[in-house]
């Protein structure tokens, strides 16, 4: 193991080992508060372009298994951990955390006092950082960041055959464990890129449409707002994360950066409808902001309990739902799984009123 560096933007400098790929790595310093399921969080997709520091000391002591990837490949630029484990215990494991960063060409550090790394991007908002083997680092500043969404959707269209009702699913970066929770719904699903047309997904005649998490600024997709707008006013719309943001968009709210974002399993949320809390799963950076909600459009079903944002919102005239959080979690607790079986239930016996006028 070699020594490296993750140098911050801000100047700030934390020591550690190298392990992984072997090679250099700039990305958002991002912190997950999650005490399990490292695996599927660096094979979401919503962390592409972004080094992840995990919160929880110890790193890789249940191994990696063959079930839980949440993409075929990881898309984030890095991970920071504080204390490595090399010698895996689990009856599923069949190789090391380190292994595995370096089969998929990700670079990370460990042995880093991750608290205070935690505290500093807390203190300083979401900065970015470099791994290297280098103390020292060049940010010169990005004329236009990446679209992310574009690098992680899927680039053909995918088709899961199933007896129940029809969901396409638009991509954006989606989780395999929103397609697996559909199929247990017993859903046939038919995965489409993100800037699949209204038209092709007519074409599809869907009962429901999902539109997915994913990572990114959500104003980087407002060339297809319109096209979310007019298949959500004709299809029964789940929005999940990223789907939430840019349904509220598409009906002209406004979206912010949070200062560190909300990632972790261990969000409390309240179903303002109950006045329950339910503990969630979230990966995200942006909110949609409370003023730029037209109260004649929509009504807000969910808010966090921490910092009182937005999570959750209803269409008032349309079949329209939305969520922040993740209802199908992985890593998570399935507190709001309900959220996906309604929206599977509501769709099936609009699909068989439709059938039947058919």
């Known amino acids: 193991m070699e020594q490296g560096y993750l140098t911050l933007e801000t100047g700030e400098v934390f020591e550690g080992v190298l392990i992984g790929a072997n090679k250099e790595s700039l990305g958002e310093v991002v912190f997950n508060t999650s005490m399990t399921g490292y695996q599927e969080i660096i094979t979401d997709p919503s962390y592409a372009g972004q080094i992840i520091t995990f919160c929880y000391p110890i790193i890789g002591n249940y191994g990696i298994n063959a079930l839980d990837d949440e993409s075929i490949s990881p898309a984030l630029a890095g991970v920071v951990i504080g204390d490595l484990c090399e ?13 595995k960063l370096k089969q998929a060409g990700v670079p990370g550090i460990v042995n880093v006092d991750t608290r205070l790394l935690v505290k500093t991007i807390r203190s300083r908002g ?3 950082g470099f791994i290297s083997k280098k103390a020292e680092a060049s940010f010169t500043k990005e004329e236009k960041a990446p679209l992310w969404v574009d690098q992680v959707s899927t680039k053909k ?32 699903v038919t995965v489409v890129p993100y800037n699949t047309p209204f038209e092709k997904i007519k074409s599809l005649d869907p009962d429901g449409v999902l539109i997915s998490n994913g990572p990114g600024d959500p104003m980087s997709l407002q060339k297809w707002f319109p096209e979310i707008k007019k298949i959500s006013q004709n299809y029964p719309t789940l929005g999940i994360c990223l789907g939430h943001q840019l349904i509220a968009l598409a009906y002209g709210a406004k979206t912010e950066k949070l200062a560190y974002g909300h990632r972790g399993g261990n969000h409390p949320v309240k179903e303002l409808m109950t006045g329950k809390v339910k503990i969630t799963a979230q990966n995200h950076g942006y909110v949609v902001v409370d003023n730029s909600i037209d109260e ?6 969910y808010r966090n309990v921490n910092d009182k944002s937005i999570e959750g919102l209803t269409h008032k005239n349309y079949q329209i739902q939305t969520v922040q959080f993740h209802p199908e979690a992985h890593p998570g607790p399935s507190d709001t799984a309900y959220i996906l079986t309604e929206f599977v239930s509501k769709i099936a016996s609009v699909g068989e009123t439709r059938y039947a006028i058919k």
Not at 87 to 99: E, L, V
Not at 168 to 188: H, P, R
Not at 296 to 301: A, D, L, R, W
């Open 87 to 99: 010698t895996p215990s689990h009856y599923q494991s069949f190789q090391k955390f380190s292994d």
């Open 126 to 128: 979401t900065v970015k």
């Open 296 to 301: 004649k459009v929509f009504n807000v079903t």
């Open 157 to 188: 269209v995918q088709f899961f055959k199933n007896n129940g009702p029809h969901v396409v699913l638009m991509d954006f970066g989606y989780k395999k464990s929103i397609l697996t929770a559909l199929l247990a719904e017993n859903c046939a």
